[in-house]
């Protein structure tokens, strides 16, 4: 059977954390499927150029403080285009599944049996630390890591960092440089004032910056680099494994030995 | 300057969890300028085809219970490799630095001043789940996600877990389906023995099998379906999002209403 209307299709698709190279190969044939690419404020647009020429490309924006569009009006431009245009592919910045309210879209276009799935991206929180040499775990020093927001939706931050603040693990939080001071003061409540902390902002990309400090200085370490959102900050022993928190440790030994 | 002899340099590189597909475009470029490719148990092989045909492939094994080499001997294959053939391709499942222990193998490399980086993967913590459609974050259910290693190195469940079991993360357990009993005994010694609970065997792969049940009933939910390693266990409410925990739920408020 041809006709010219084609099935609606929508699959989101994680973008990953910036470099345009680390997309995968279920990623661009998506894309290169692809009738209409809604894409968000995150995603490297090189990225654009795997779908084809003829596709309608729409920013629909999306990060802090910059709401180009509400997800309820996301949700509605996806599955129009779906509906008149085809395969619509959400192209979202990481992992659809992070904090990406990726789940809320697929639940949307089942709504409307639209049929959707979801391919997942490599996701800032393990990888943006592990290109600047900090991995998230490491045998003797961090059995775990804990993924947390850094603001939910009543603009307050996650109880679950007040726990994380207890805990042994990793900890790692996307979108959260604005309470900065915050978090460190979590941490500092829980004797924790010397536990190294990385903030690194556009992580993966030509932009990207980072402190290195502990959580004691990190607010000034971040201010005096200009560093800004969007930015992961990691808590954690790992953070001393980065050749910059050695100099810091030099520092703390030479005053400690007075 | 032309000679023969190679500059060593080493790449550790994330294959992904299992799917061919979820490679990054990064990882094929390194592959592609590979002389020696040494890759592990879970990496999948049909991934060796972006190596050289001339390249050198190496099986180092590494998975529960069949340790073909040792962290050590992986570690000196690599640097001699690294030395006697230019560039070595460290093909590790999921991401390298997720219980990967990747960092070990970049410290090694340096100690021998051999120029070492890393490319991240899509790691089966978050992807496996997602996959099955269960997103570790989700708006009202789930406001951050935790990933932990089932068994340390002397071999005993993550004194993490304890605390894991506490906290309202969703909390995804690797490397733990040999361990799944003690941890569902945990999770009901906080009073949580509803939690939904999804143990997914091979994810990403045509061998991928998956129980979902509840905390009091997953052991057996696992044994029914013979459910083995490897697999991930990922205990929250996030999980009632997957379609089959629908068909529990009724029969626990049939039960209910008695």
Redesign the interface.
């Known amino acids: 059977m041809t006709n010219n209307i084609k099935e609606p299709q929508i699959t989101l698709v994680g973008a990953?954390p910036g470099?345009?190279?680390?997309?995968?190969?279920?990623a661009?044939?998506a894309l290169k499927t692809a009738d209409v690419v809604l894409y968000d404020a995150l995603v490297n647009e090189e990225l654009l150029n795997y779908a084809p020429e003829t596709s309608v490309k729409v920013y629909v924006g999306k990060r802090s403080g910059d709401h180009t569009y509400s997800q309820e009006a996301v949700n509605k431009l996806m599955v129009d285009y779906a509906t008149n245009y085809g395969h619509v592919v959400r192209l979202k910045g990481g992992?659809?599944?992070?904090?990406g309210?990726?789940?809320?879209e697929?639940d949307f276009a089942a709504s409307y049996n639209i049929p959707a799935t979801?391919i997942?991206?490599?996701?800032s929180s393990?990888?943006v630390?592990?290109?600047q040499?900090i991995?998230?775990?490491?045998?003797g020093l961090s059995?775990?890591?804990?993924?947390?927001?850094g603001t939910?939706?009543n603009g307050k931050i996650?109880?679950?960092l007040y726990?994380?603040a207890?805990?042994?693990?990793t900890i790692v939080v996307l979108m959260g440089i604005n309470k900065l001071a915050e978090i460190a003061e979590i941490f500092k409540s829980e004797g924790k004032s010397k536990l190294p902390v990385a903030v690194i902002q556009s992580g993966t990309t030509v932009d990207e910056k980072v402190a290195i400090a502990t959580v004691d200085t990190i607010v000034n370490a971040v201010k005096d680099q200009n560093i800004g959102s969007p930015a992961i900050i990691v808590l954690g022993e790992v953070v001393s494994?980065h050749p910059k928190f050695q100099l810091i440790k030099e520092i703390y030994d030479v005053v400690a030995k007075g």
């Open positions: 990953g470099d345009a190279d680390l997309i995968t190969v279920k661009i044939k992992d659809p599944f992070v904090f309210r990726g789940f809320e697929l979801v997942p991206g490599i996701s393990i990888a630390a592990e290109l040499n991995p998230v775990t490491h045998r059995e775990s890591f804990w993924v947390i927001t939910i939706s996650s109880p679950d726990d994380a207890k805990s042994k693990a494994l």
